[in-house]
T-cell receptor, first 112, second 114 residues
C-alpha cells in the first residue's frame, strides 16, 4: 500500500520555485521520506531523501514538518526539463523491507 | 559511467507464451530490484535481490513470475504463460548496497501481450 498522498497534478511557471506537497500521516519513526521523479518514457530518478531534518542537495530541498506527517519538495528555480511525475515515498530502512511503494505521484508541468 | 541497462527495450508476445527480461545493473551494486509499471500508475515493487538471493519476493503477483540472479550481477525476470494483464513496463533498479542507498533505474522493458 502506498503510504503517501500527493496532489494529482500541479503547474509551475518557469524560473519560479515549485513546491510539491506530500502527506504521510501514518509514517513510523524508522521510515525515511524519499522523492523520485520520472520523466516521460524514462526510469525514475532519485532526487533526495530525509528522516526528520530538512535536506538540500544540488537538485532540490526537502522540508519535513516537525511531526513528520507531511513534507514538501522544493525545486528552487523550475525549468522546462523539470516537467515530470514526482513521487513521494516512505520507506523503512532496516535491511529487510527495501522495496519502495510509489503511489501515483504528482504530475508537474513547468510552463514557459 | 554505464548505468542500468535492460533488454529488450520492447517485447511483443502472444498470450500463453514464455518471456525473459534481462537487467544489467551498475557494476559493483549488490542490491537489485524489479518493478512493474502499468499505464498511469507508479512503479509497483516485485522482487529485491541482495547478492544472489531474493531477499524479498513479496511483490510477485503469482507463481507465473520468477526472477534469478545466479552470479549476483545480471538478473532475469521470467514470466510463464503470459496473460494480457501482464502488459506493462518492467523496470529494474540497482543500488550499491541496501539501506538508504539511492536506487538507479534502467529505462525499462515494455512488454505487450497480445
Amino acid at each position: 500500500d502506498a503510504k503517501t498522498t500527493q496532489p494529482t497534478s500541479m503547474d509551475c511557471a518557469e524560473g519560479r520555485a515549485a513546491n510539491l506537497p506530500c502527506n504521510h500521516s501514518t509514517i513510523s519513526g524508522n521510515e525515511y521520506v524519499y522523492w523520485y521523479r520520472q520523466i516521460h518514457s524514462q526510469g525514475p530518478q532519485y532526487i533526495i531523501h530525509g528522516l526528520k531534518n530538512n535536506e538540500t542537495n544540488e537538485m532540490a530541498s526537502l522540508i519535513i514538518t516537525e511531526d513528520r506527517k507531511s513534507s514538501t519538495l522544493i525545486l528552487p528555480h523550475a525549468t522546462l526539463r523539470d516537467t515530470a511525475v514526482y513521487y513521494c515515498i516512505v520507506r523503512v530502512v532496516d535491511g529487510t523491507g527495501n522495496q519502495f511503494y510509489f503511489g501515483t505521484g504528482t504530475s508537474l508541468t513547468v510552463i514557459p | 559511467g554505464a548505468g542500468v541497462s535492460q533488454t529488450p527495450s520492447n517485447k511483443v508476445t502472444e498470450k500463453g507464451k514464455y518471456v525473459e527480461l534481462r537487467c544489467d545493473p551498475i557494476s559493483g551494486h549488490t542490491a537489485l530490484y524489479w518493478y512493474r509499471q502499468s499505464l498511469g500508475q507508479g512503479p509497483e515493487f516485485l522482487i529485491y535481490f541482495q547478492g544472489t538471493g531474493a531477499a524479498d519476493d513479496s511483490g510477485l503477483p503469482n507463481d507465473r513470475f520468477f526472477a534469478v540472479r545466479p552470479e549476483g550481477s545480471v538478473s532475469t525476470l521470467k514470466i510463464q504463460r503470459t496473460e494480457r494483464g501482464d502488459s506493462a513496463v518492467y523496470l529494474c533498479a540497482s543500488s550499491l548496497n541496501s539501506g538508504t542507498d539511492e536506487q538507479f533505474f534502467g529505462p525499462g522493458t515494455r512488454l505487450t501481450v497480445l
